[in-house]
C-alpha cells in the first residue's frame, strides 16, 4: 500500500501514515494539489491530509480540494505535535543563533524563541528545515521539527516539547478513491450551499438538530465567482447510511442548492 | 490623521485607506499585529485591515487579533482588486522570463500567467515585489501588484486585470479605539464562544433568525487551550443600539459563554 502526504521524509504527515496505516509505503508529494492528484491517477492506494490543528485552525486549502477532487474521507486520526529543538551532534543550545522552521511551528513556539534569544527564519517546511540545516553544515543554527525528523537526518534534539500550548493536535483525514461504511460510531463529513436569503443556514443546521444530530465542526469557504456567498463544510456524529442521518441528509436536499457527502469513517479519539 | 495598514506603500490595503477616508497618512506596517499595536498605542488614529477576499476566503489572522485587542471595527470597505503585471519601461511581454509576487496575487492570476510561459516566484508582498523588481534592475522579470505600486516606483504597466476571475473583492475593516454609533444601515461583528454541547449552536442562530436578523457571515476559529472547541464570528445586518438587536444579543447572552460586541458600523456596499 502506498500513502501521500504533503511534505519532506520527516514530516508530521509521514508520522502519522505510520501511526495510523502501520507498514505501508508513504510517498511524499510537494503541495497538496499533488497528494489528491496522485490517488486519483491510481499513484497512490490514499492520501492523509491535515485538515485542522488545535492552535492553528483549519488548513483551508484542503477544504477547497475536497471538493473539487471526486475523492471520499474514509478515516480520521488525530496526532499530538510535539516540536524538537534540532541541531548538529554535539551543539549545545547556547551556541545557537539562530532558529529556522515552517512559520506555524515558529509561531507555536514563540515563547520559548522568545526565552532562547536567536534569530527567527522562517522556511517552507518542518522536516525540510532539518534537511536544509543539515545540508548548510551551519552549526549554530537548529531548526524546529519531530523526534522523526531530527533521527532521519542524524541530528541532535536539544529540547523536546517545546511548544508554548501543550493542547497541540493535528486532525488528519484519510483520503482514497472508493468510500467506506463504517461499522460502530462514525463520523459524516459534507458540504453544501444554500440560497443567499435570512435564515437559510439556521434552517440547515435544524435538519440536524431536529434529530439530535451532533455537529463536530463548520467551517465556511468563499464560493468561487459568486462574492459574499458561501460553500459550507460541516462534520457531525453519524454514519450516512443511518436512518436518522439519512433523512437529515435528505431534508437537507430541500434545502440546499448543492450538497455532497465528502465521506462516513470511523471516529477517531484524540 | 493616520491610518495603519500591512504592507509595503503601494498596497491595496493603502489604495483602499485613500478611497475611503481621503487624504490622511497612510502608515505602513511589517505585521498585522503591528497594525493593531500601532492603533492600541494611539500612535495612529486608525487602521484599516483585510478580513476577507471573494476568491481566497477569510484572513484568519485578523479574525484572533480582533478578540484579543481591545479595539472597535468602525466600518468596512469593499475594494475591487486588479492585478496589472509591471516591469521596467521600454520591457515588452516577450522578454519577461520570471514573474514575482505574494503567492495569493500568483494563485489569482494562475491561468494568465501559464499562457506567458514564465518561471513564477513567490515573494512577501505584492507592492513589495515591485519595489524588490525596481533594486534588482532586472529586465527580464516582472511583478505583479497594484496600479498604483507600478505609479509609485516609476514602473511599466504591461497589461492591467490579468486576474483569473474578475469577481475579485477585498473585504476591509476600519478598526479604531473607540466604538460608532451609526445612522443608516449598518452591520454589526460579534464573536461568542458556545457549551460544547448538540444544539448549541443551531440555538444561538435561532435568536438571529426569531428576529428576522440576516446574517451574512460566520466564520469559526480554533479556541486556544481547547482543543475542538470554537470562537464563532458572526456578522449581521443591523446596529447594536437597535431594540431588535439588542434583544437578539440579550437572548444570544443566555447561551454563549463569552460574547463579545465588535462594532456595529454603517454597511458598505461593494
Given at each position: 500500500?502506498?500513502v501521500a502526504?504533503q511534505?519532506?521524509?520527516g514530516a508530521?504527515s509521514?508520522?502519522?501514515?505510520?501511526?495510523?496505516?502501520?507498514?505501508?509505503?508513504?510517498h511524499?508529494?510537494e503541495?497538496f494539489?499533488a497528494?489528491?492528484?496522485?490517488?486519483?491517477?491510481?499513484d497512490?492506494?490514499?492520501?492523509?491530509?491535515?485538515i485542522e490543528?488545535?492552535?492553528a485552525?483549519?488548513?483551508?486549502?484542503?477544504?477547497?480540494?475536497?471538493l473539487?477532487c471526486?475523492l471520499h474521507?474514509a478515516?480520521e486520526?488525530?496526532?499530538r505535535v510535539?516540536?524538537?529543538?534540532?541541531?548538529?551532534?554535539?551543539?549545545?543550545?547556547?551556541?545557537?543563533r539562530?532558529?529556522i522552521?515552517?512559520?506555524?511551528?515558529?509561531?507555536?513556539?514563540?515563547?520559548?524563541?522568545?526565552?532562547l534569544?536567536?534569530?527567527?527564519e522562517?522556511?517552507?517546511?518542518t522536516a525540510?528545515?532539518?534537511?536544509?540545516l543539515k545540508?548548510?553544515s551551519?552549526?549554530?543554527?537548529?531548526?524546529?521539527a519531530?523526534?522523526r525528523?531530527a533521527?532521519?537526518?542524524?541530528?541532535?534534539?536539544?529540547?523536546e516539547g517545546?511548544e508554548?500550548?501543550m493542547?497541540?493536535y493535528?486532525?488528519?483525514?484519510?483520503?482514497?478513491?472508493e468510500?467506506?461504511?463504517?461499522?460502530?460510531e462514525a463520523k459524516t463529513?459534507i458540504?453544501?450551499?444554500?440560497?443567499n436569503q435570512?435564515?437559510?443556514?439556521?434552517k440547515?443546521?435544524?435538519v440536524?438538530?431536529?434529530r439530535d444530530?451532533?455537529l463536530?465542526?463548520?467551517?465556511?469557504?468563499p464560493?468561487?465567482?459568486?462574492p459574499?456567498?458561501y460553500?459550507?463544510?460541516?462534520?457531525?456524529?453519524?454514519a450516512?447510511?443511518e436512518?436518522?442521518?439519512?433523512?437529515?441528509?435528505?431534508?437537507?436536499?430541500?434545502?440546499a442548492l448543492?450538497?455532497?457527502?465528502?465521506?462516513?469513517?470511523p471516529?477517531?479519539?484524540?
Amino acid at each position: 500500500m502506498r500513502v501521500a502526504f504533503q511534505g519532506e521524509p520527516g514530516a508530521y504527515s509521514e508520522q502519522a501514515i505510520f501511526d495510523y496505516f502501520g507498514e505501508v509505503k508513504a510517498h511524499p508529494c510537494e503541495s497538496f494539489e499533488a497528494v489528491f492528484e496522485s490517488v486519483a491517477s491510481r499513484d497512490c492506494d490514499a492520501a492523509l491530509i491535515p485538515i485542522e490543528n488545535s492552535l492553528a485552525g483549519s488548513i483551508h486549502r484542503n477544504y477547497d480540494l475536497l471538493l473539487r477532487c471526486d475523492l471520499h474521507i474514509a478515516g480520521e486520526y488525530f496526532l499530538r505535535v510535539r516540536h524538537c529543538l534540532i541541531a548538529f551532534p554535539g551543539i549545545g543550545k547556547k551556541d545557537i543563533r539562530r532558529v529556522i522552521s515552517h512559520p506555524q511551528a515558529l509561531e507555536q513556539c514563540a515563547a520559548y524563541l522568545r526565552a532562547l534569544d536567536v534569530k527567527i527564519e522562517p522556511v517552507y517546511d518542518t522536516a525540510g528545515s532539518v534537511k536544509m540545516l543539515k545540508e548548510s553544515s551551519d552549526q549554530t543554527t537548529a531548526a524546529i521539527a519531530s523526534r522523526r525528523a531530527a533521527d532521519m537526518y542524524g541530528m541532535q534534539i536539544l529540547e523536546e516539547g517545546i511548544e508554548d500550548n501543550m493542547e497541540n493536535y493535528t486532525r488528519f483525514l484519510v483520503v482514497q478513491r472508493e468510500p467506506v461504511t463504517p461499522d460502530g460510531e462514525a463520523k459524516t463529513s459534507i458540504v453544501f450551499t444554500l440560497k443567499n436569503q435570512p435564515g437559510t443556514l439556521f434552517k440547515a443546521l435544524s435538519v440536524f438538530a431536529l434529530r439530535d444530530i451532533d455537529l463536530t465542526k463548520i467551517e465556511s469557504r468563499p464560493l468561487q465567482g459568486q462574492p459574499w456567498d458561501y460553500l459550507f463544510y460541516i462534520d457531525f456524529i453519524g454514519a450516512a447510511h443511518e436512518e436518522k442521518v439519512r433523512r437529515a441528509l435528505d431534508h437537507l436536499s430541500e434545502l440546499a442548492l448543492m450538497l455532497r457527502v465528502l465521506g462516513s469513517y470511523p471516529r477517531a479519539s484524540q
